[in-house]
């Protein structure tokens, strides 16, 4: 697991806060005598004290993804990943796998989209709950190809990424075909595509979105990219642009201190949802 | 710890469903000088990605059950385990201790009578729930003996069982002297009795038992058994037949991959509680 | 962490208990290439088969702690220990940190006053829930010498401790600048001194503090002490004096049996809140 603790601001509330994480994760497997390998994965998430679920009485444990592996081949079920959460370059390449300490409100992803509500609307493995109902999911991958597909009560998924040179490209699609407790209706739709490779110390990517909720159509586009000094520290930025809504930019930081420890800052600047300058700053371990 | 996933199947129902299970298991102990084991066991547990204990949120921690043992004496406090619950070939020797992947509705239990809403009526380590209120038990084992007494808040019971080339025999009573929040009223009783052994390769159990709630009472027999072919299969079964309502029967298999890990399948046909048909099945694995 | 079961009495409620707590502490560190620790700690605390926090379901999670420490300088966040809670003499050095078993309701501590509802009412590491809003804390050591600050949402607190010749003088003031959520309001306080040591094979305390809430002073002073007869058996005891309520009296007894075990004993007498006399006893065991 990890834990996390530092602080954050945000210039429409004009507060600094204290931020804080613990990251407790169970990570349990076997394997059969035919090298089949089973396993579960559970967490136990606290942040700011309390509960991720956002109970004020802080019990944190969320749903367990279950799963066996063989020859490239993983068939899961429970708390699963989901197609779009799990395509390559949704995410930075950071410990927050976002801005700064806490990611900043995340608005570096093509998929969260927020002109028409359609942020964090994917079904993914969920760290403060149950996560998917009736989720089931098949990933494979082979020779620098990965395939991906899901079922949940609510919808299904299908991804795709290949990886070349360096470089992958990647495209899902997810829809829901029944009303769900998210807020989903039927019809609702992410299509995520993305590229991304290394060239020498310089990583890049450049993701797109197309989403449909409740018949509003949003397309965003998110072109991020970090440069590893090679002295412990990295600077990596982003800038998005969603069609009915302005930029959204930021920059950040990370400084390895060696044995897990990092201090991690980054600043956003949104005019998505509302109009917002966001900072999270502090220390980030892994244990 | 275990985990357990696959899919269950109600007749009633008509539907296939997910069906998971993680169980993390703590157990801690320690040893005086003088030889005395002190220690406690806490189970996190998750069910289909839910708490076990039925809440949204997958918080599942249940009571802890704390004891001291030596030569052959226990004496337990807490989450206790409950002299019908520990009575010797209650539950069948399988990875659910019932039918399939997980248990199929416990119609294998003698105790479990459906008649008179006799189901999981008695005093037993809770593992989602905090169990026992003011519970304490004492068990001791010698020579083949063994004893089993238990106390709570609003019941008391004794237990016996001795095992003599290859058989054990048993016999169990637990009695209400209070109301209960589980329903069970002043007078209510549990009367269970069982013999059980091995013959090469079968293993082979009958269970008998009289319960008594709000004054109805229902009497239960259960024949079970079970081959175990040597090549890692197992198949077993069962019938039961409570006085007032049809029989219940099943059949089903587990097969050994290695590492701990089996596939588990079975069926279950009742005409207890309302005339169903329950199948489960998938992987079962500890770690 | 550990775990302690035994029976409590209380002459009020004339009638005997069963007593337990299970403690499962996750402690969890790092340390840069430079030296510095990062930590958090995490608690899972089940009592009387219940959570500690009061829900009948034993979800028992607490709020982090986090830390970065180097050179006797100690950064934490979170779930903060608080000025007058981490200082020492406040509790007694017993298994329970009070009387017998599980504290008889620590009348012993100095800061506990009764005639102005101040139980319990400073900022403290809870064991049990998210503990303080906003907390952060800066200790420092040095050569004999503490330095403790604290500030959360509501309160700050201030504390140092010197050490000398086996005697350690300390003095904490924690003051409320905002109406908290444990009914604290603004311009309560509670200033706390003692000075303690060792002589041979006594160990002795004198506590004192002055408390305000709600605009109504008391004031209380405790005395402690202890004698390990040096085969395992510790007897200790407190008289403690509250300035507008009768006094309260303990002693208590402790027996270890090796492996971490311990019987712990002791009765307590008080005339503050309520006039009443408190008994528990039973098995502790760290694992």
């Known amino acids: 697991g990890y834990a996390r603790f530092g602080a954050t601001y ?44 956002g109970a004020t009485d802080p019990n944190n444990s969320n749903g367990a993804r279950f799963y066996m592996s063989t020859n490239g081949f993983t068939l899961a079920m429970g708390n699963i990943l989901g197609v779009i959460e799990a395509a390559p370059n949704l995410y930075l390449p950071t410990a927050s796998s976002g801005m700064g300490l806490e990611g900043n409100g995340f608005y570096s992803l093509a998929a969260n989209t927020s002109s028409n ?6 079904t993914a493995y969920d760290s403060a709950g149950a996560g998917a109902v ?38 899902a699609y997810e829809e829901w075909d029944a009303a769900a407790p998210g807020g989903q209706v039927d019809g609702d739709s992410i299509l995520f595509a993305s590229i991304g490779g290394t060239i020498g110390a310089f990583d890049v990517a450049l993701a797109y979105a197309s989403t449909e909720f409740s018949g509003v159509e949003a397309d965003k586009w998110s072109l991020k990219g970090g440069y590893d000094f090679g002295t412990g520290l990295t600077v990596y930025g982003f800038v998005a642009s969603e069609d009915v809504v302005d930029e959204s930019y930021g920059i950040g930081a990370s400084y390895d201190l060696g044995g897990g420890v990092s201090l991690e800052g980054g600043i956003t600047q949104t005019d998505e949802a509302l109009d917002d300058t ?3 700053l502090g220390a980030f371990f892994s244990f």
């Open 10 to 53: 945000s210039d429409n509330a004009d507060d600094w806060n204290t931020a804080s994480r613990l990251r407790l994760q169970f990570d349990v497997s076997t394997e059969t005598d035919g090298g089949i390998v089973f396993g579960a994965r559970q967490r136990f998430q606290t942040e700011e004290n309390l509960s991720t679920g």
């Open 117 to 122: 509500g359609g942020r964090f609307a994917w």
């Open 134 to 171: 009736e989720g089931v999911e098949v990933l494979y991958s082979m020779n620098g190809f990965g395939a991906h597909i899901h079922s949940t009560e609510y919808s299904y998924g299908v991804g795709a990424n290949y990886t070349f040179s360096g470089y992958t490209v990647a495209v």
């Open 278 to 280: 966001i900072v999270s």
